[in-house]
C-alpha cells in the first residue's frame, strides 16, 4: 500500500507506545518491527511519539525495524531521506511540525534525530522468516487482510515467534487474531487490537 499519511490511527499508536514503555521501560532498549511500513508514515510516527514520551537521552535506545514488500522499489530512499509531501504531514500538529521537520516549501524534511532511529528493510513476510528476533513490538496493519486465512495465521505464528517473551503485537482495528491462534496471544486493551505474547 503506497497511499499513507503521518499520524494515521493516532489512538492506537499512542496506547500501544505506552504499553511498550510501560512493559519495557527497564531493559534498556526498545526494539520495534513495523511490518508493511509503506512509505514510511506510520513508524516515522511512531519514532516521534515515542520521543516525547521518552526525552532524548532514552529515545536514544530505540530501534525501529521499517519492512515492506516495496512493490515500487522507492520507499528506501524515501525512508532513507525523510522528505515528504506536504499533505501527508498536514494532521501533524503545529508544534511538533516545527520540532522535528524542516519545512522546505512543497516538501518537510525529518531531522536526523528521528531519521536515525529507522532502518528499512525489503522484505516479503510469506517467507515466513523474520528479520530478526527479540522485540518488544511488533505493527502490523493493513497487510494481513490481503492474505488468504492460512497465509494469516502462518505469518501471525512467524510474528508470535519474533517476539521477546510478554512482546507486544498490534494490527488494524477490523482485524483480529484467529481462533486457532487464541493460545499464543493475549488481548491487553479492550478499545484497540494490542494484544501480548502468551
Same mark, same amino acid.
Given at each position: 500500500?503506497?497511499?499513507?499519511?503521518?499520524?494515521r490511527?493516532?489512538s492506537?499508536?499512542?496506547?500501544?507506545?505506552?504499553?511498550? @514503555?510501560? %512493559?519495557?521501560?527497564?531493559?534498556?532498549?526498545?526494539?520495534?518491527?513495523?511490518?508493511?511500513? $509503506?512509505?514510511?508514515?506510520?513508524?516515522?510516527?511512531?519514532?516521534?511519539?515515542?520521543?516525547?514520551k521518552?526525552?532524548?537521552?532514552? &529515545?536514544?535506545?530505540?530501534?525501529?525495524?521499517?519492512?515492506?514488500?516495496?512493490?515500487?522499489?522507492?520507499?528506501?530512499? @524515501?525512508?532513507?531521506?525523510?522528505?515528504?509531501?506536504?499533505?501527508?504531514?498536514?494532521r501533524?500538529?503545529?508544534?511538533?511540525? =516545527? =520540532?522535528? &521537520?524542516?519545512?522546505?516549501? $512543497?516538501?518537510?524534511?525529518?531531522c536526523?534525530? @528521528?531519521?536515525?532511529?529507522?532502518?528499512?528493510?525489503?522484505?516479503?513476510?510469506?517467507?515466513?522468516?523474520?528479520? =530478526?528476533?527479540?522485540?518488544n513490538?511488533?505493527?502490523?496493519?493493513?497487510?494481513?487482510? %490481503? &492474505?488468504?486465512a492460512?497465509?494469516?495465521?502462518?505469518?501471525?505464528?512467524?510474528?508470535?515467534? $519474533?517476539?521477546?517473551d510478554?512482546?507486544l503485537?498490534?494490527?488494524?482495528?477490523?482485524?483480529?487474531?484467529?481462533?486457532?491462534?487464541?493460545?499464543?496471544?493475549? =488481548? @491487553?486493551?479492550?478499545?484497540?487490537?494490542?494484544?501480548?505474547?502468551?
Open positions: 500500500m503506497g497511499l499513507t499519511y503521518f499520524y490511527d493516532l492506537t499508536l499512542k496506547l500501544v507506545v505506552d504499553k511498550t @514503555i510501560q %512493559h519495557y521501560n527497564d531493559s534498556g532498549s526498545i526494539n520495534i518491527w513495523d511490518a508493511g511500513c $509503506s512509505r514510511g508514515a506510520e513508524p516515522y510516527t511512531l519514532a516521534i511519539i515515542l520521543r516525547e521518552l526525552g532524548k537521552t532514552a &529515545f536514544g535506545n530505540v530501534k525501529i525495524h521499517a519492512t515492506d514488500l516495496d512493490p515500487t522499489g522507492e520507499f528506501e530512499s @524515501i525512508i532513507s531521506n525523510g522528505i515528504y509531501p506536504a499533505e501527508e504531514i498536514q501533524v500538529p503545529v508544534d511538533i511540525q =516545527k =520540532k522535528y &521537520f524542516e519545512d522546505q516549501g $512543497s516538501t518537510y524534511l525529518i536526523d534525530e @528521528i531519521k536515525e532511529s529507522i532502518t528499512f528493510k525489503r522484505h516479503n513476510l510469506l517467507t515466513l522468516k523474520p528479520i =530478526k528476533t527479540g522485540f513490538l511488533v505493527l502490523c496493519k493493513n497487510v494481513l487482510l %490481503h &492474505f488468504n492460512s497465509q494469516r495465521r502462518d505469518v501471525l505464528t512467524m510474528f508470535h515467534e $519474533s517476539l521477546l510478554k512482546g503485537f498490534a494490527i488494524e482495528q477490523t482485524q483480529s487474531i484467529p481462533s486457532l491462534l487464541a493460545h499464543l496471544f493475549m =488481548k @491487553i486493551t479492550a478499545q484497540t487490537q494490542i494484544f501480548q505474547k502468551k
